[in-house]
């Protein structure tokens, strides 16, 4: 770190990078109050803020310590206490400032970062509609997606008007207030308050936050792969995945005992390689106008799944798995509802009652993670109803839920808590697998993130995505938000193949199931969802050619696994994601940083996936290097093809002198 004073104020460099940039004319922060109004329906949130007032620090005093510098910030020279108090220090080679003292009327901050109109900015958590950041802002919140993401499409106009959810560019599960910038440096801002990244400015980075942050932290590399390293040496690394989910394709169905071990048994005889069945409904059902929905009594239904015990053993001397479901909350139907409410488990309302959360059309309480006791029981929840029956894995839901008119025990505002709530969620899933033994046997998927997911989560997932071929909420929009998820330190993701969500007119079709196959063979996990409208909606196991296309692809994915095991290795060790973006690889690629929507599998394979209905043919960009086409073995130098893509041969390449020829090879043969 170096700070250079300057005659009306001061400069703060990392490595050679200025970062902040201070002057009583262009100060580096702005505070002021807000008074916020903040509105929750079914996850999605209308949040507005009206700014009382926003003042430029325009004076700044400095002085040297010890460990580096403090920084006194005022209003205007002569003022007799200062505004905000910071501190700027390197600890284990990283610049931390700190914010130490405020003033107690202060509720908003505007911090400025310097910035290039060149400049890229990639992270912020998973975001699925843009994966170079500038010239957009991004609200740091977590929340449902929404339904459609774009004000302009139909989809998202009906869902806006019906169902107050239709979701905009950057509403999304996993929010997170870090980024990287082409300069080379990371930015993580410690708050789990609202913020705000604005990156429309050609001179600034503007970050707001509705709190006083504890600190704002930079790092610097010399390539995109020590930074990313970097980054998650600070937060923390996933673990590596059990090496069953490599034998094969996940497959999500439900319906009860008999119907889905019939139908595993049908596809596995047509050469489906099943690693896992994933029955979201082992715990019982519900039906609502959205479609099919869940109990939420987290523990086996006999009637709807008899003998499923038993039958969990068996499937797992076959090599197969058996995975469910849970989230932090209980439906006041069940008796773990009643159990929470007698024993003070529950988050609670204004009159101090229990505070109920409407799902859409069926009411839960809330687990009270701030509270000891009942984080100890939701683990034995965990440990006993899941891994104690047999459960091998589960999609650990939800997380973004938090009200923040709700009251904690901990009596921190549940406004603060919300951001923080689905790594905490993570947590308790991580510390029940791990108090189980069962870490690096059991794996658990999540769609909500922030800070912290990265130790805790064992697996992203991109979340709702609407069967359709949309690009901000169809089969495209998993690619950015993969890539994003990477560049903010979870380098494993993989999504619902085939879709999600279908409403107001969407209907998934067995060309984008397929396509979505073909993508989902080149991720770390392969695992399909039936949709919250199965039977309206195709399926796989309806359609023979569709499974002789899914044991092709599932085959190529099964034949990579030393491959993808590696990969998800090196992400254990250093934090670098199995799907990179073009760059990570290929720096002096300028035309590489815009691209969303190709990406590298590991650093010998890049995929391009087709996102469009109908297409023969898709156009592809290749860095310079010497690429072979996985399927004909045509050869190619770098730049722009029309590459023929069939359905069963997407646009899949892989290096000339990668070391893994062989298996490329004999992944195309199969």
């Not at 449902?144 to 869902?159: L, M, S």
């Not at 609670?348 to 959360?357: A, Q, R």
């Not at 499974?547 to 254990?572: A, D, G, P």
């Amino acid at each position: 770190m170096k700070l250079i004073k300057s005659a009306n104020g001061f400069s703060i460099e990392l490595d050679g990078r200025k970062i902040i940039s201070h002057s009583s004319n262009k100060p580096f922060i702005y505070m002021g109050y807000g008074e916020a109004n903040i509105d929750m329906y079914r996850g999605n949130f209308k949040i507005q803020d009206y700014v009382v007032q926003r003042s430029p620090l325009t004076y700044a005093q400095v002085s040297e310590n010890k460990d580096g510098y403090f920084i006194e910030l005022r209003k205007f020279k002569g003022q007799e206490e200062p505004e905000l108090k910071l501190e700027a220090k390197m600890e284990a080679g990283r610049l931390r400032i700190y914010f130490n003292e405020a003033n107690a009327e202060i509720n908003r901050l505007w911090i400025r970062i310097n910035a290039h109109e060149s400049e890229k900015i990639y992270g912020c958590g998973e975001q699925l509609s843009y994966f170079n950041l500038r010239g957009k802002n991004f609200p740091i919140w977590t929340s449902e997606p929404g339904v459609g993401r774009n004000k302009n499409t139909y989809t998202t106009w009906q869902a806006d008007v019906k169902d107050k959810a239709g979701g905009d560019y950057y509403t999304t599960n996993y929010p997170q207030p870090t980024f990287i910038s082409t300069k080379k440096y990371y930015c993580h801002l410690e708050s789990t308050a609202y913020l705000n990244f604005d990156f429309r400015n050609e001179d600034f980075h503007e970050l707001q936050v509705w709190d006083i942050p504890k600190y704002i932290q930079f790092e610097a590399g010399d390539t995109y792969l020590e930074l990313v390293e970097k980054l998650t040496g600070f937060f923390g690394r996933q673990p590596e995945l059990p090496d069953w989910v490599y034998n094969g394709f996940i497959l999500g169905i439900q319906g009860g005992t008999e119907f889905v071990i019939d139908t595993m048994d049908k596809m596995i005889e047509k050469g489906v390689p099943i690693a896992a069945l994933w029955c979201q409904d082992w715990q019982g059902l519900r039906i609502t106008s959205f479609g099919k929905r869940l109990m939420w009594n987290w523990k086996w239904d006999p009637e709807i799944y008899p003998q499923l015990d038993k039958k969990i053993l068996e499937l797992k001397e076959r090599g197969i798995r058996f995975m469910g479901y849970i989230n932090p909350y209980v439906a006041v139907e069940g008796d773990l509802y009643k159990t929470a409410a007698e024993k003070g488990y529950l988050a609670l309302n204004d009159k101090g009652e229990i505070y109920l959360v409407d799902f859409g059309e069926f009411y839960c309480g809330i687990v009270d993670f701030t509270k000891e006791e009942a984080v100890n029981w939701y683990k034995e929840v965990i440990k006993e109803n899941l891994i104690g029956f047999g459960l091998d894995g589960w999609m650990a839901d939800f997380g973004e839920y938090l009200p923040t008119d709700c009251h904690l025990s901990n009596g921190v505002s549940a406004e603060i808590m919300h951001n923080a709530w689905p790594a905490i969620w993570a947590k308790v899933n991580y510390d029940a697998i791990k108090e189980a033994g069962k870490l690096g046997e059991v794996v658990y998927f999540m769609r909500a993130g922030f800070t912290g997911n990265q130790k805790y989560c064992t697996l992203m997932w991109g979340g709702d995505q609407s069967v359709n071929w949309s690009l901000d909420d169809g089969l495209a929009s998993v690619i950015p938000g993969a890539l994003s998820l990477g560049m903010t330190g979870c380098g494993l993701h993989h999504s619902d193949i085939g879709g999600y969500t279908s409403l107001h007119g969407n209907i998934r079709s067995k060309e984008l199931f397929m396509r979505w196959v073909e993508m989902g063979a080149f991720t770390p996990v392969m695992r399909s969802h039936e949709g919250n409208r199965p039977s309206e909606n195709f399926q796989v196991y309806n359609d023979d050619e569709a499974i002789k296309h899914l044991t092709k692809m599932t085959k190529v994915y099964t034949t990579l696994k030393q491959y993808i095991k590696e990969l998800v290795k090196i992400n254990s060790e250093k934090g670098i994601p199995v799907q990179r973006p073009i760059f990570m690889h290929y720096e002096d690629d300028d035309f590489s940083y815009d691209i969303k929507y190709e990406y590298l599998l590991g650093r010998d394979m890049l995929i391009a996936p087709v996102y469009q209905e109908g297409k023969t043919t898709w156009d592809v960009y290749l860095p310079e290097d010497e690429w072979v086409h996985l399927w004909s073995g045509r050869e190619y130098k770098g730049g722009e093809h029309e590459i023929e893509v069939p359905i069963g041969e997407p646009a899949v390449f892989y290096r000339k002198n990668s070391k893994h020829v062989d298996l490329f090879k004999r992944a195309a043969a199969v």
